[in-house]
């Protein structure tokens, strides 16, 4: 039997990505408030830590977190606010 004749699928050309400095700007924007969010969360039990230890620990939650979760969703309002200047 043969298959069903399907229509074709456009492809919707997708804009640039970001530059760099721009990317790196985003980036800043996700990394810098949750160091400094998790630096005051980690410092009631964490104040004799050596500093490489707390270092250690923050960087642990705050760089998965931004990978994952932040800087994706800044870059997708980053491309809508972009979307819309054009």
């Not at 990317?23 to 009631?44: E, K, M, N, Q, S």
């Not at 998965?64 to 972009?82: D, N």
């Amino acid at each position: 039997m043969s298959q069903p004749a399907t229509a074709p699928t456009r492809i919707q050309p997708s804009a640039p990505p970001p530059s760099i400095h721009v990317r790196a700007l985003i980036t800043w924007i996700a990394i810098f408030p949750l160091v400094t969010l998790g630096f005051y969360a980690i410092a009631p039990f964490a104040e004799d830590w050596h500093p490489i230890l707390r270092a250690f620990v923050l960087t642990l939650i705050v760089v998965p977190t931004a990978v994952y979760l932040v800087v994706p969703r800044l870059m997708r309002l980053h491309g809508k606010v972009r979307g819309r200047r054009r």
